[in-house]
Nanobody, 126 residues
Framework: QVQLVESGGGLVQAGDSLRLSCAAS????????MGWFRQAPGKEREFVAA????????TYADSVKGRFSISRDNAKNTMFLQMNSLKPEDTAVYYC???????????????????WGQGTQVTVSS
């Protein structure tokens, strides 16, 4: 059974940093596109970042560009999201996602990903 398990969420103040982790099990994703989405209360789910199997040319939402950094450790089947300079508007449940493909020409689309984690809550107070 494939599982994506997020960790590292929590309650922080504006300007603080958090590092989210996503541990995959049940299959290897070393050759697959992976990413992060988030959903704030009362809002639609939105794309945050995506990373190719090689780790090159990550893609970011404009709202997090320059503050968030996505990375992965294929040997450990793990992905990370380093979040710096957090803002209250970053408050959301963050979801780890994985594709069955190595590439997507629409990495920001939820439809590009088959596997989703249960999510981890990130709350940023002002």
């Amino acid at each position: 059974q494939v599982q994506l398990v997020e960790s590292g969420g929590g309650l922080v103040q504006a300007g603080d940093s958090l590092r989210l982790s996503c541990a995959a099990s049940g299959r290897t994703f070393r050759n697959n596109l992976m990413g992060w989405f988030r959903q704030a209360p009362g809002k639609e789910r939105e794309f945050v970042a995506a990373i190719s199997w090689s780790g090159g040319r990550p893609t970011y939402a404009d709202s997090v560009k320059g503050r968030f950094s996505i990375s992965r450790d294929n040997a450990k089947n793990t992905m990370f999201l380093q979040m710096n300079s957090l803002k209250p508007e970053d408050t959301a449940v963050y979801y780890c996602v994985a594709s069955i493909s190595t590439y997507s020409n629409l990495p920001a689309s939820a439809s590009a990903y088959r596997y989703w984690g249960q999510g981890t809550q990130v709350t940023v107070s002002s």
